[in-house]
């Protein structure tokens, strides 16, 4: 199983709703033809992609799904999972994730849940998600490895 956990694009208040800026979306770009990079150099076909609810990663889900479309990633499976709410219980949405039949999986979340959630798999491996960040993980017999981790530049 192969798992990407996102964090959304830099989203400041707008309208009195965080909604992703300018830099925002230009960041979601670049890190989205990235995972279409990815996803050709390991011939690996996204199934799903799953978003939190709220605006800022539903725009970054948006974002992300066109250009892997433009990048002619075979079309996949999206849907919006409370489970990926930033104040969500990371150890309940790790067990969701483990138990999904897909196995090329897209996360798009908030902190602190994609930090907690990558602790949760890899303990030893904590660490900060600037916006629009994506850690790589590769679960091989049930045993998670960070192979890497995107940040915009």
Known sequence: MKVWIMRHGDAPYIDGERQLSELGKQ??????????????????ELEIMLASPYL???????????????AKVRPFLREQEPLLRSESDPAMTASYVEALPQSTILLVSHMPLVANL??????????????????ELEFVAGKPKLTNFFEPQ
């Open 56 to 70: 800022r990663a539903q725009q970054t889900a948006d974002i992300v799904e066109h250009e892997l479309m433009e």
């Open 118 to 135: 990558l602790a949760t798999w890899l303990p030893q491996q904590g660490r900060y998600f600037p916006t629009s960040a994506i850690a």
């Open 27 to 44: 960041d979601v770009v670049k890190m989205a033809q990235r995972l279409a990079e990815r996803l050709k150099e390991q011939n690996l």
